[in-house]
Structure formats: structure tokens, C-alpha cells
């Protein structure tokens, strides 16, 4: 494992989120939940509260007659996820910035040092971009758009995930463009921070539409 995890659940979850992203299973595949958990060297508990994970990231499909299909990443998903978040999360952005305590920016800013100093798996880097984007929302938590914009954000996890690990240097610009992000949410320029998560979120998703028709090929392990 890149990092070790703090459950048995976590583990579970983040081994089979790698191996569908990863084309170990194509899309179709039934996963069986004895299997997964024997393979694994764990009880079905996990795997069953994993396939429950998976399929809120849009992952894997659960039917009671079919059980669990993983499902294949497709750039229409992908696209429809990214236009609503760009228009939901930059009105976010914008009040956020106004209200964020200088610990929540400090926390980001802990966050986006991580995910810059040394080369993280695509999971890793995925996690944190996740809790960079937590913390400077933090301030509008109670706020019904904050849980939308948040629901959005994990329908795109996976997406996110097989960019980085298709294209590793996208790393590299998503770390400049959030220097940028950090740097205006600091300044207080709502409009600039309105702007910038616009065109990050943008940026993102077309290098998303570029990665997701190799997700249907195996990749290079």
C-alpha cells in the first residue's frame, strides 16, 4: 500500500478503487463479495461496505439480481458532472472565500504542500485535491449548496483518479493552478476566486474527456 489505512474498510475500498481504475476489471464484471473478501484476507463486513462506497463514486452498479457490475467511466459522466459543478461551485467558492478562517486556509495550504513536495499515487493526490477543496469551502458547511457541490465532487473522484494515473504531469499543473486558487482565496477577491475555480474545474475536465477512453483498455501497471 502507498500509505497505510486506517481501516479494514478504507483498505478494501482503496484496493479495489485502484484496480477498476487500473482496468484489472473490465466493465461488466461481477464482483462476488466472498471472493473479494477471501482474496483480500478479510471478513465480507468491509467488502460489503465497500461496494457501498464504490458505487456512490459511480464505480460499480448494485443490482439484487445481478449484485455488483462494475461499471465502465464514460466522458458523457463525466462531462455532465464537471458543466453542473461549474456551475454550482464557483458561486460556492466565492461566498466561502469571504468567510474562511486563516486556519482553514492553513489547512489547505498543508494540503496543497503534500500533494506539490513529493510525487503521491493518483489516489493520494485524489484524496488530498479532496480535502484542499474541503477546507477552503469549510466556512459555508451548513449551506445546502456546500453538500451538493460536495456529492458532485465525489461522483468525480474516480475521473480524477484515472487522470492522474494516465497522465501523471497533470499533477503538475492542477498544483500550479491550485497556488493560484489559494493565493486568491487569501486576498479575498471573490471574483477572482469565482473565476479561477471556473477555468480549474474546466481545465480539469477536458484532461479528464482526454484520459477516460483508455479507462476501457487495461493500463500499464
Not at 110 to 126: D, L, N
Amino acid at each position: 500500500m502507498g500509505k497505510p489505512y486506517r481501516t479494514i474498510q478504507e483498505y478494501v475500498l482503496g484496493t479495489l478503487r485502484v484496480e477498476i481504475l487500473q482496468g484489472v476489471y473490465a466493465a461488466g464484471t461481477r464482483l462476488r463479495q466472498e471472493e473479494v473478501a477471501k482474496r483480500l484476507g478479510v471478513s465480507t463486513t468491509p467488502v460489503r461496505e465497500a461496494f457501498r462506497d464504490l458505487r456512490a463514486e459511480g464505480l460499480v452498479a448494485i443490482d439484487p439480481n445481478k449484485g455488483v457490475e462494475v461499471r465502465g467511466l464514460t466522458a458523457d459522466d463525466v462531462s455532465e458532472i464537471y458543466e453542473l459543478r461549474m456551475m454550482l461551485e464557483p458561486m460556492l467558492a466565492a461566498r466561502a472565500c469571504l468567510n474562511a478562517s486563516a486556519e482553514q486556509l492553513d489547512t489547505a495550504n498543508v494540503c496543497h504542500e503534500a500533494m506539490s513536495a513529493v510525487a503521491p499515487t493518483s489516489e493520494q493526490w485524489t484524496l488530498l485535491n479532496e480535502e484542499f477543496h474541503q477546507a477552503l469551502m469549510q466556512s459555508e458547511a451548513s449551506a445546502r449548496l456546500f453538500e451538493v457541490v460536495r456529492g458532485l465532487s465525489l461522483l468525480a473522484r474516480p475521473y480524477v483518479s484515472l487522470s492522474m494515473y494516465v497522465q501523471p504531469d497533470i499533477m503538475a499543473s492542477n498544483n500550479e493552478e491550485h497556488a493560484h486558487l489559494l493565493a486568491a482565496w487569501r486576498a479575498r477577491d471573490a471574483d477572482a476566486v469565482r473565476e479561477q475555480t471556473r477555468v480549474h474545474l474546466l481545465n480539469t475536465r477536458d484532461a479528464i474527456v482526454a484520459c477516460v477512453d483508455q479507462s476501457a483498455r487495461p493500463l500499464p501497471v
